[in-house]
């Protein structure tokens, strides 16, 4: 059984370019959420996507968008990158099934991103 | 608005030693408490979970209590191994169980 599995691994860009990052959820989880883990620092917040649509945003500006396709994977898309935006970008899956709350959520490895 | 926060930044112990890391959080009505390990620019995986109406959780050698009228969580290692070394973090849901609120950690080292 898969887990949350994250792509790509590391990635680089320069300021003012766009990314995506994509993230497939556990098998059977239904939820996604995203996190920025800068240096040092705990995770953050980014948004949550359920049903193809966002939930739930945290303190992030609208160059953060996302996206949740109907086999439950979702993209994470930063545009206009600022050098601030260097992180590291984390996944979460979760079940609503099991978890009506949602909030036992499954990690991936995460996608590093270096803006230079 | 949940914070949580995370004493002793970072510890440094030899091997063998009994430590504890300290978790506290200023809004006590959690749904949970979650502790996780960070390895060096890795991914976090969940060590242990207690759910508000449990005081404590055990795997192996690692031992997690809940003081929820308090606002703190202890997460306990005993005998601990080189391998231990590395960033625990400990996180609660918000209140609308949306999304998960992160302490900054405690970086651990253990010494041959």
């Known amino acids: 059984d898969a887990g949350v599995t994250q792509s790509p691994t590391h990635l680089i860009k320069t300021r003012g370019q766009q990314v995506t990052l994509r993230c497939s959820p556990k098998?059977?989880?239904?939820?996604v959420s995203w996190y920025q883990q800068a240096l040092g620092q705990g995770p953050q917040f980014i948004f949550q996507y359920y049903e193809e649509e966002e939930r739930q945003r945290g303190n992030f500006p609208d160059r953060f968008s996302g996206h949740q396709f109907p086999n439950y994977s979702s993209e994470l898309n930063v545009n206009a990158l600022l050098l601030g935006d260097s992180a590291l970008y984390l996944c979460?899956?979760?079940?609503?099934?099991?978890?009506?709350?949602?909030?036992?959520?499954?990690f991936g490895a995460g996608t590093r991103l270096s803006v230079l | 608005k949940q914070e949580v926060t995370q004493i002793p930044a970072a510890l440094s112990v030899p091997e063998g030693e009994n430590l504890v890391l300290n978790c506290s959080f200023t809004?006590?009505?959690?749904?949970?408490l979650q502790w996780f390990r960070q390895d060096p620019g890795k991914g976090l995986t969940s060590l242990l979970l207690?759910?508000?109406?449990?005081r404590e959780q055990t795997s192996g050698r690692l031992n997690a209590s809940l003081d929820k009228s308090s606002g703190r969580s202890t997460l306990y290692i005993a005998a601990s191994q080189p391998g231990d070394s590395a960033t625990y973090l400990c996180a609660v849901p918000n209140t609308g169980f949306q999304k998960l609120v992160f302490g900054t950690g405690t970086r651990l080292l253990v010494s041959p």
């Open positions: 979460a899956s979760s079940s609503t099934l099991v978890d009506r709350a949602g909030n036992i959520q499954y």
């Open positions: 207690i759910q508000s109406s449990q």
């Open positions: 098998s059977g989880h239904d939820t």
């Open positions: 809004d006590s009505a959690i749904y949970n």
